[in-house]
């Protein structure tokens, strides 16, 4: 038992790596085999975070594969560094569809007033297939705001079923009275959105 307790706090305590290990574990991250892309993203989040936290925000901002940019930035938010949320700032105007789900998952559960405008424009543009709905979440977890609202309202009700299905589903997750007309509306007419 103590053996193990030993390996599990070695497991736990951040290890030391050069920049240039560092960088190269980063690099492994866009592999496309499974085990080696895994084993680079566990030793970066075992590497202190005054170490991972730099070069993983130089990776989000500057690396070439936008894939590698994208795993960066996941492992970025375990690290719950306040660098984080200018990074996912920067990232919800990345041409990278990866990078702004990213962002709009982060949202979702950090809040931040000054991004709410971004977002509320970012509807009318955003149409990625997996990317639309993490806005839609993102929107709805600021269901207080009346702007938030009479939008998430008018997407209810226009659109594509898919897009509308991920609207009514965040709805319901974020308990939004404000949009009950609106989704018994929706619930009289039939059709793929009924069992939504």
Aim: hydrophobic residues 45%.
């Amino acid at each position: 038992a103590r053996a193990s307790g030993r390996a599990l706090a070695s497991s736990t305590t951040p290890q030391s790596a050069s920049p240039a290990q560092l960088k190269a574990t980063i690099d492994t991250l866009g592999s496309l085999d499974y085990k080696t892309r895994t084993d680079g993203a566990r030793l970066v989040r075992r590497t202190a975070a005054s170490q991972a936290v730099p070069a993983l925000l130089d990776t989000v901002s500057g690396h070439a594969d936008g894939y590698v940019r994208f795993k960066a930035l996941v492992l970025l938010t375990g690290f719950n560094d306040p660098r984080t949320r200018d990074a996912m700032r920067d990232a919800l105007a990345s041409p990278n569809d990866r990078l702004r789900t990213v962002a709009y998952s982060f949202f979702e559960h950090n809040a931040d007033p000054a991004v709410l405008d971004g977002l509320l424009a970012a509807l009318e543009k955003e149409q990625a297939e997996f990317v639309r709905p993490a806005l839609i979440r993102a929107l709805a977890a600021n269901g207080s705001d009346r702007r938030v609202q009479q939008a998430l309202v008018r997407e209810a009700g226009r659109g594509e079923d898919f897009f509308r299905s991920a609207v009514i589903e965040a709805l319901g997750d974020y308990k939004a009275t404000y949009a009950f007309d609106a989704l018994m509306g929706i619930a009289r007419l039939d059709g793929p959105l009924l069992d939504d």
